[in-house]
């Protein structure tokens, strides 16, 4: 059986230690040399950035988000040992981990490391479709020839000079589709390194829950588990046919991949069609001021993003799921495109005015599409909002202050609802 070592590289037949550096820190595998579709996860990437950037961090539970009445966006792994979990409620968080250090998101730091290793990524294939900053799909088929080893040596190169060169860690997901390479990079974090084969496909997802499926979250769970489907061996037990009539393209969709089977291909430069930025509340709530708090926060977020990504957009989304699970989405789109928290959001609040108190939700986001560059972005003025030019001036000589200051030199009232 083919084997690599994580630690030096070394390629050997099967065995419990790397013969070169004695590692057991391997990876073995009939189709290990075969197969060429992987997927790439940073882990914990917000709070790896922070912890190899301060590194008095290292030992320390580390939670990225807002003050105390924030939510978690995401935490290391000591943190999550103790039960702390993205879009957490904060105080919920630091009840778990009292001594955890928060930290505000840097995105223009996050930027930075995304870029690094996507260059990396880059000199492997030129087949890289990236999901988000800190992950994305790759393609090797018929790299072998150009690097003189085969994908599996090179990706596990490639997480060691993640990790020698950047200071940070990913997981590596190696199958023979898109599906079952994101589902293997997350069987061992951090810093995994796990392979599906085509021959143990359909026995390895026999037994495993449907919520696996990417995409599939609490609405369509509840759904299936309607339709007595909670396992792939349940939806095995469904015609093509019925599951489509059920479930529309969904139900066509989980016939395919209850069987392994992902006809997509990796999309390199695939255009980034939208930024945006969303949280599912641990309890459903209809506070105004709690939900305007969360509102600012993420308009906030995406006008970081779009900042650091040099983009703005023309089309500002507003998100809501109610209760009972119906999903609201409103949106519209401007004369000109913006990057700018305080646009973004005054456009936001007034689509969820428009919502009305049909509460209570349970989920909320925010966005932007309709992407462009931007350069000219936020120049023009509104004349049903004269002062928006100057509140964009003032954001934007707010964001040079923090950029000098850190982080929480100057926060508006309205994020600390």
Not at 328 to 349: C, E, F, G, M, N
Not at 366 to 384: E, N
């Amino acid at each position: 059986m083919p084997a690599v070592c994580r630690d030096c590289l070394t390629e050997f037949d099967t065995g419990p230690r790397c013969p070169s550096c004695r590692s057991p820190r391997i990876i073995a595998h009939d189709e290990l040399y075969d197969l060429t579709i992987a997927h790439m996860d940073c882990d914990a990437f917000y709070a790896s950035v922070e912890k190899r950037d301060n590194p008095e961090l290292a030992d320390k539970p580390v939670i990225i988000g807002g003050g105390r009445r924030g939510v978690v966006s995401t935490a290391c792994y000591v943190a999550r040992i103790r039960g702390v979990r993205s879009a957490m409620p904060m105080f919920q968080a630091l009840k778990l981990c009292p001594d955890a250090v928060i930290i505000k998101p840097r995105f223009d730091a996050y930027v930075a490391a995304s870029k690094a290793i996507r260059a990396m990524m880059d000199e492997l294939t030129p087949i890289v479709e990236p999901l988000s900053l800190d992950e994305a799909f790759m393609d090797l088929t018929g790299t072998a020839r150009l690097h003189g080893h085969p994908p599996a040596v090179m990706l596990a190169r490639l997480v060691k000079r993640m990790r020698e060169e950047l200071g940070l860690t990913g997981s590596i997901g190696l199958s023979h589709n898109k599906f079952l390479a994101k589902i293997a990079s997350d069987l061992d974090k951090p810093r995994g390194f796990s392979v599906i084969g085509k021959a143990e496909t359909e026995a390895f997802l026999r037994p495993k829950p449907v919520r696996l499926i990417w995409g599939v979250g609490l609405a369509t769970q509840e759904a299936l588990e309607k339709a007595g489907i909670r396992t792939f061996e349940d939806l095995h037990r469904w015609d093509k046919e019925d599951l489509t009539a059920r479930f529309g393209g969904m139900g066509e969709r989980l016939w395919y991949l209850a069987r392994g089977q992902d006809h997509r291909r990796v999309s390199a430069n695939a255009p980034m069609k939208s930024i945006s930025n969303e949280t599912t509340f641990h309890e459903d709530t209809n506070d105004p001021d709690l939900l305007d708090g969360h509102l600012w926060r993420m308009c906030e977020k995406v006008a970081d993003r779009a900042k650091a990504k040099g983009m703005a957009g023309r089309v500002v989304t507003l998100k809501l799921k109610r209760s009972n699970f119906a999903l609201v989405t409103k949106r519209t789109s401007l004369t000109d495109p913006t990057q700018i928290a305080d646009r973004i959001y005054r456009i936001a609040r007034g689509l969820f005015d428009q919502v009305g108190d049909k509460g209570p939700y349970r989920l909320l986001g925010a966005g932007i599409s309709d992407l462009s560059p931007a350069d000219g972005a936020d120049l023009s003025g509104d004349l049903l909002d004269p002062q928006g030019v100057k509140r964009a001036q003032a954001e934007r000589a707010t964001d040079a202050i923090r950029d000098r200051f850190g982080p929480d030199a100057i926060l508006k009232g309205r994020a600390l609802r």
